[in-house]
């Protein structure tokens, strides 16, 4: 597989996954009545996931290939006026 | 100390501040020299306007009383902002293209620029976000209630207005600054740099405010956020998420990822205002980071107000009241001025967005068609009902917000509200997401989906949030329509037990895939939706810029001037056109309108006005001889026949090329054929010529010399006899084996043992063998096998194999060893001899007719060359095989290979079959 090929399956299996952690039934595995540093755990879990999205699509931001830039429509903005 | 006139003061000076900062980047932005107001911090900043007062103070409020429930509010936008570039990419792809200026100018312009579609969207759009921006507004009331009241007791300047004076105050402030901000021109593309400098300033605010309580509240009226969670177990409040996560966690979930694609302000920021389709790689982490921060502190914010506030304080305000409560005015000042942030860029953005939708959609097809119509009509300024238009919108649907909130006024809190707003708009979502992705979605499923969904959200979520302002509908609810039980609002068709969201999401949703996809399996797209659907499914494949147009203009170019200007204003007009000329190297004057002038022209329009409105002005100025779709259409169905055909042309020729192939085969095989019948004519002719040579010759000796001795006359006389019956032989032979080849002659198929034949055809060579002065060896013997076929025929095989051993072999003891097996289900006989053998060359063609194993031999021992070929014609008829086995050593060795019978391969024994 291409790497560009790799990276945008990457991208799509981002959100598939991060959807399937923040649904029922994973995440009420972190749903245990637990404190740690007196914060329930689900609350580290949410925001763990959270953190982890996000800095996986910071990460694919890099990655993913840069489109050849559709040229701005004509007679837009300053130049063609 | 805040008095309710010093706070309302410094949200008029915050406002002055934005009005400022958004004239500052409008002028800059028309100068071009905004940069920094393109770049992708801004955009996601903008993005931000998601987070309204409903996150402001909703959240907190929301945590207090459904605990991690708010999360999930946050949660649905991050996998669609982090999954960026599936759906938002194509989104923003698609706008930039078709110039699409709102959520219902894509719907429309996809489902072959429906004009009924997107106005359907809009109206949808007014309603759904109505009771959004009641809840801006009650927020912002009851914020200037909460700070003001605890602070002031002296009366005196507005602080004994009313929430509806106070929310009507409000509104006519956010109609001023959105009508001069957002409808200043008609724009190219719809974007409002200076209302997105201050949505992201406004961005930048809400986030301090917010986070600046969160640090007050954890960290210095608390001490810690462990003691935050010690002191609410302490006051009894469950800290842990119970069953939260459950079927309302889901639907939410769904909502907030359908809202923040479908909202027609998140719609305006993220597509129409997009300047730069890179700008989403940015977006695609930092929202959902932004999300993160905002809502970090929103569970203690809320624990630590259950813990220390009195029983009956609204959570929906503890961000100011927390403040305030420990005496931190101007903290809470801040906080206000925060939500009121969030409140403020909510009203804006999205009064611009519906105002666009409400003046292209409703007020520009209802002015093209009328009568009076500005469609061709004089002298009539089209840019200037747009802008009117859009200003009255804005006022109209700030006021539908204030009538919403006066009549629902204290009904509850403020997240379900934002909810029921979520839940209506999220009927585009089906629509739109058939839209990008499936080719064969109609105009007809689009908008048959679009109202089944709408008419259950409003019978099922918009109507009960009226329960307690009116009886009629508190009534309705209870018992059904005309005590219907089935069609309760919140039990319809008999399903109970759900949360009323989950109940409404789940059937709005459901109805509205399932209508969508079913109405579109049975009705057809017309030409233009065809069209349509592959510029939209398609959108990373084609060349961009290219745009598919059909209208063939009779119109001149004068003409499409004349509408140009009349929409776009005189200037960008002539921008247009000049531009066109100067890339055709012409005079404007001499410009043809072409259709590539007229498909820029109309996206032009379609920039300004939406797709279906520009559609539809284009057709009336060069409906001259238009091509209608539909002829393109049969054009080139006509195009793909004729590639058909060819197609088709191309497939006979290649038939008819390897049947040509096959021909020029069959004649090289008769031709060969030709020269072996040739061959073997003169072979014969050969054969037969040397014995007639010698009967003649001896015959003419005999006639001419009377006086021969009796004796060398009767050896003469016994030449030509045997010479003759040599010939007699060979004219035998020769009509046996043509015979045989064309299989004339009736074959006796019956079992026959073929070890007893072997036996029979060693006793005839027994003599000749003896005579020759040679062993036969006998090799292993099989005891009997049966076989089927002739058993003369085969005794004649067997005793020209052995005939032929015994007289080539010239070796100094001949011997000939025969030996029989079983291999598989086969008879293998095989003759062997230490003779010459035969030489590698001849090996192929010892089969073959008139061919000797040996060339020259005297005629006396050479036989006719023929019975190998007979054998060879004998043993195939009986389905075996002769064959030169491979050479070991010296001499040669023959086998013979016949399928055995006898058991179950014995099958119809006796039969004689005429063989063919």
Redesign the interface.
């Known amino acids: 597989m291409p790497e560009h090929r790799r990276i945008e399956n990457a991208a799509f299996a981002l959100p598939v996954f991060g959807a399937a952690l923040i649904f029922p039934p994973i995440i009420n595995v972190f749903n245990v009545e637990v404190r740690l540093f007196g914060v329930p755990l689900e609350v580290y879990y949410v925001f763990g996931v959270w953190m982890l999205l996000i800095l996986a699509a910071f990460r694919l931001s890099r990655l993913l290939p840069r489109a050849e830039r559709p040229p701005d429509p004509p007679a837009d903005g300053p130049g063609a006026s | 100390m805040l008095t309710t006139n010093f706070v309302v003061g410094s949200a008029v000076a915050y406002v002055g501040l934005l009005f400022v900062l958004a004239y500052v980047s409008d002028y800059r932005a028309r100068r071009?020299e905004a940069r920094f107001l393109r770049s992708p911090l801004i955009y996601t900043l903008s993005i931000s306007v998601y987070c309204t007062s409903w996150t402001f103070y909703g959240a907190v409020g929301s945590a207090a009383r459904g605990g991690?429930e708010f999360?999930a509010i946050y949660?649905g936008p991050?996998?669609?902002?982090?999954?960026?570039?599936?759906i938002l990419?194509k989104l923003v792809?698609i706008g930039?293209?078709l110039?699409i200026t709102s959520v219902a100018d894509l719907l429309s312009s996809r489902f072959g620029k429906s004009g009924r579609l997107a106005v359907l969207v809009t109206l949808i759009a007014v309603i759904g976000t109505t009771p959004y921006i009641a809840l801006q507004l009650k927020a912002i009331t009851t914020s200037i209630q909460v700070v003001g009241a605890l602070n002031t007791s002296q009366a005196g300047g507005l602080s004994g207005a009313s929430d509806a004076t106070l929310a009507l105050g409000i509104a006519a402030g956010m109609a001023l600054f959105t009508i001069l901000f957002g409808t200043r021109n008609v724009d190219?593309?719809e974007q409002h740099h200076g209302v997105v400098a201050a949505i992201a300033f406004e961005a930048i605010v809400k986030l301090v405010a917010l986070v600046s309580v969160g640090v007050f509240v954890v960290f210095f009226a608390s001490g810690g956020?462990?003691?935050?969670?010690?002191r609410a177990v302490e006051k009894g409040v469950d800290?842990?998420?119970?069953d939260?996560?459950?079927p309302r966690?889901?639907s939410i979930?769904v909502l907030s990822g359908a809202a923040v694609i479908c909202l027609p302000r998140q719609f305006q920021i993220t597509v129409v205002e997009n300047s730069?389709?890179?700008h989403l790689?940015?977006a695609?982490?930092a929202f959902?980071?932004y999300l993160?921060v905002m809502s970090?502190f929103t569970?203690p914010i809320a624990l630590f107000g259950l813990s220390v506030m009195p029983a009956g304080a609204n959570p929906d305000m503890f961000v100011l009241t927390l403040p305030l409560h420990a005496g931190q005015n101007f903290l809470a000042l801040f906080a206000f001025i925060g939500g009121f942030s969030s409140a403020t860029s909510m009203i804006i953005v999205a009064t611009i967005a519906l105002s666009i939708m409400v003046s292209n959609h409703i007020v520009m097809p209802i002015a093209l068609r009328s009568p009076i119509g500005i469609g061709l009509g004089e002298g009539q300024d089209v840019s200037r009902l747009l802008l009117n238009s859009r200003r009255i919108s804005i006022a109209v649907i700030l006021f539908l917000g204030l009538v919403y909130f006066w009549l629902t006024g204290d009904s509850g809190a403020l997240a379900p509200i934002g909810l029921i707003s979520f839940a209506g708009v999220a009927q585009f979502l089906p629509p739109l997401i058939a839209a990008l992705y499936w080719r064969e979605a109609t105009v007809k499923g689009a908008i048959a989906a679009t109202a089944v969904g709408f008419a259950v959200w409003a019978w099922s979520m918009f109507l009960p949030s009226f329960q307690s302002a009116s009886p009629a509908v508190a009534s309705l609810m209870a018992t059904g329509p005309f005590g219907i039980g089935f069609l309760r609002p919140e039990a319809l068709f008999g399903l109970t037990g759900f949360d009323p969201l989950v109940h409404s999401v789940f059937w709005s949703l459901f109805l509205n895939s399932a209508t969508l996809v079913l109405v579109s399996l049975m009705t057809r797209q017309s030409a233009l939706e065809r069209i349509q659907s592959t510029l939209f499914v398609d959108v990373?494949r084609r060349p961009?810029?290219e745009h598919a147009n059909f209208i063939r203009g009779s119109a001149t170019a004068n003409d499409l001037f004349f509408v140009a200007q009349r929409v776009l204003g005189v200037?960008?007009a002539?921008?247009?056109f000049e531009?066109?000329a100067r890339?055709r190297g012409v005079s404007r004057a001499g410009i043809e309108p072409t259709p590539e002038l007229i498909g820029?022209l109309e996206?032009?329009l379609a920039g300004s006005i939406g797709a279906a409105s520009a559609h539809v002005m284009l057709s009336k100025v060069v409906s001259g001889d238009e091509v209608s779709l539909e002829e393109v259409m049969r054009i080139a169905d006509e195009t793909q026949q004729v590639i058909e055909y060819s197609q088709q042309l191309e497939q006979k020729s290649a038939e008819l090329r390897s049947t040509a192939q096959m021909l020029q085969q069959a004649n090289a095989r008769l031709r060969e054929l030709d020269s072996q019948k040739d061959d073997f004519l003169s072979q014969v002719s050969h054969e037969v010529r040397t014995p007639m040579t010698s009967i003649r010759s001896f015959s003419e000796i005999l006639l001419s010399h009377d006086d021969l001795e009796p004796g060398q006359r009767d050896r003469f006389l016994s030449t030509i006899h045997n010479e003759s019956l040599r010939l007699t032989k060979l004219l035998d032979e020769i009509l046996d084996l043509s015979a045989l080849e064309r299989g004339e002659r009736e074959w006796e198929r019956v079992p026959v043992d073929a070890e007893e034949t072997l036996s029979r055809a060693l006793a005839v060579c027994e003599p000749l063998a003896r005579q020759r002065s040679m062993a036969i060896e006998i090799g292993d013997r099989v005891r009997s096998a049966t076989v089927s076929g002739d058993a003369d025929r085969l005794a004649q095989v067997f005793i020209n194999l052995l005939t032929n051993a015994i007289k080539y072999n010239d070796a100094p003891a001949p011997v000939v060893r025969v030996s029989s097996m079983r291999v598989r289900r086969n008879y293998v006989v095989e003759v062997a001899d230490n003779g010459p053998g035969i030489a590698p060359p001849d090996r192929k063609r010892i089969f073959e007719k008139f061919s000797r194993g040996r060339r020259g031999g005297s005629p006396d021992e050479g036989g006719s060359g023929l019975g190998l070929a007979i054998s060879m014609q004998i043993v195939r008829r009986m389905n075996g095989k002769l064959e030169l086995a491979d050479g070991t050593g010296r001499g040669a060795c023959f086998r013979v290979t016949l399928p055995l019978v006898g058991g179950v391969a014995g099958r119809q024994p006796g039969v004689t079959e005429k063989a063919r």
């Open positions: 071009g991690f999360l949660l991050t996998i669609v902002f982090v999954g960026w570039w599936y990419r792809r930039r293209t110039r190219a593309k956020i462990e003691a935050v969670y010690d800290i842990f998420s119970g939260t996560f459950g966690w889901v979930l730069d389709e890179d790689r940015t695609g982490w959902p980071a993160m970090l569970m990373f961009s810029g200037e960008r002539l921008g247009l531009g066109f890339e820029r996206r032009e």
